[in-house]
Structure formats: structure tokens, C-alpha cells
């Protein structure tokens, strides 16, 4: 299909474009940008005046919950979701039942996933079998079936000597390496952060030691292997501060934040809202605001949903046996406009982090409005407010600690590959 987007606000971090013009798409790439090509005779035309036209958001952790965990979720349900978010590519973590550890599941994955033709979909392959921490993965075949990256997700991963193998391994074959910051011993099944409402609800602890020390050793490790290193969901001021200091050394360090993260602390977890039960915890108003500053400074690369769709009887648990884990596919757009509204962070900027700095991490062609580029594109109004409820919600996950609320940055249209697979 030939479109023809007029009159938007045309957005791209890549290159430094925000202008008011058209787009034109053809074959499922951008043909031209603020210009009409000669002869251009197109099939649909959307009237962008007064939206925004930017490139579809990159997801870094969606967890789509199959196979396996369909009762959680399903591929239609949360594609959807994304797919309402503005979200055109996502990478899936690899704790599925089973676990993506063998190149026929991945295979699977990417059949199902492209034939219900929504978004782009990128496993992360896991790094040992089972994710029980203990016999690699052949890394190389999963490479080949079509996974981009190999993590533990939240699995623990204690043993040192396996940590650095699967490194080393890694490295060899120039593949990136994505962990999850936590010390399993220190971590001792807490639940909340290590504060003052931990100690008050009676929550068992997670104190801040237990991501820096095993930042730490994976900081160690990295400088020992050569291994591309990206760090998930770091959530703390220490850990920033050990993060810069690795970037200062030249070490090839990449990280993200959830975007829980970058809005809400400890204080949000009172009178036990188990929508509010993360991994890792919601931590100080004091690690919220080193965070923001740490997306500012390009310390932290990237925002990501964090995506966790739990079943509702799985939320309706005391808080410390609740599921962990919140829904934020079609949550991720707005909370960032919010955020940057708030911290007055120009547009470019805080698009960057969602678009064009997790595609380079995934090393994607994606997150730009280039000429001859995917037509990857989120057009969205950045006046109109959206409720957030469980009807508004497509996730088939309602569990979300920003219900009832109201947030800045509807999505009207998504496009991928130059398919409109959204419209609002």
C-alpha cells in the first residue's frame, strides 16, 4: 500500500529531523521525507495535522508468554498491545516454559510471531539450558534460528565460572550478552526495596548491594572477556555511578531502565498494592531521580516497558507471594512523553531512548525515518489524554500500577513495514 502522511510533526533522533511535513510510503519503505515524489499516486492518505510523526517504538524486554504461559497471556493479545502502543519492534526474554534455549523453539516463536503479521518480534536466547545456571546453551545454533542476544532474564545465575564460560563464549562469536544485575544471595527472596516501607509493611528486603555487587563482577568479567555487556533494568544511584565509571573506561556497556523505574519508588508500594510488586523493586526517591539524571547524561541508553502480563488471581495474592511483573507495552509512549513534559527533555531526546538508541542495541535497522528505511511509524497525538483501565487496556495482563489514571500521548496510527496494523 502506498501512504501519503500529511502535515505532521516528522520527529526522528537519528537525523536531528523535527520539522512540520509529509512522509511517503511505498513497498513498505520511506520513499521520501517532507516532500511528495513526482508522480506519487498514493492509496491512503492520513491527515497528521497537529500529531506527531516519529519512528515506531523498540521495545528492550516484552515478555510475550509463550510458549507455555498462555494462561498469562497470549502472542495475539500482547502483539495487539504493542501494536496499540505504537511499538513496532520488540525483543522477548527468554524465561518461557520451556525456556528458549533450543533453536526449534525459537523457530516457533518467529513462525507464530510473523504469521500474525503485527510487530517485529526479536528473541533473546538463553544462556544456559533450562536457565538453571548450570550447562550452556550452543549459543551459536540459537544465533542462527534467529535470536539477537543471549540473558538469564531473572533467572539466578550464581556461579561464576559459568557466567564468565558463557562470556567467553559470547565473545568469540561477537554476540551481546544481557544480564539482570542481582546478587541471589544478597537478593534472599525480598520483595521491596531495602527502606523505610519495607521495614514499616514488614516486607522481607532487597538491599541496593545486591545489584552493585553483582554489577560489579559482571563489570569485572566484561573487562576480562571483551564481551558486549548490556546491563537490565538497572534501578539504583550506586549503580548508575558503576555503569558511568565502566562507559569512562571504554568498556562495551550498554544499559536500560524500566519505565516504572523512571516514574515511581518505594512510596508507591504503600497499603500493599501489588501492582507495584517489580523485579528489581521500586527503590528510593533518591535512585528515581539518579536514573532520570543517568537518561540525561547517556549514562543509561534506553527506556523499556519492563512488559509482564500477570493473571489477575496471581495480583490478588499478599503482596510479598503476588506475581511479579507489570503490563506496559501500550503504556511505554505515554509514560515517556510524561516524563519528558516533566522534566522539560526536548521531544528528539526522549524519543531517542525508545526508538533509535534500543534499536542500535538490538542492531536493528530500525528507530529512523531515513529515506528508503522499514516503515516503521507511530503517529500519535501528544495533547490528547488516554484513561488507563482494564478496558482500554488490550494486554490480556491488566496489571499495571498506573490504573485510573489519566496520561498524555494517545497512539492513532502504527505501522509496520509500512502496514497499518493499528488505528485508533
Known sequence: MKIHIKNGRLVDPKNGIDIIGDLCIATGKIVSVNSIPAGFQDCRVIDATGLIVCPGLVDLSARLREPGLEYKATLESELQAAAAGGVTSLACPPDTDPPLDEPGLVEMLKHRTKSLDQVNVYPVGALTQKLKGERLTEMAELRDAGCVAFSHADAPLANLHVLMQAMQYASTFGFSVWLRPQEVSLANNGVAHDGEIATRLGLPPIPVCAETIALSNIIYLARETAVKVHLCRISSAEGVSLVRAAKQQGLPITCDVSINHVHLSEMDIDFFDTNCHLIPPLRSLHDRDALSKGLIDGTIDAICSDHAPVDEDAKLLPFGQAGVGATGLELLLSLTFKWATSMNIPLIEALNTVTLAPA???????????LGAPADICIFDPEEYWYVSASTIKSQGKNT??????????????????NIVYES
Open 360 to 370: 542500535r542495541i538490538l542492531g536493528i535497522d530500525a528507530g529512523h525515518l531515513t
Open 401 to 418: 500500577p498506573f490504573l485510573g489514571r489519566e496520561l498524555p500521548g494517545r497512539v492513532k496510527f502504527t505501522l509496520t513495514d509500512g
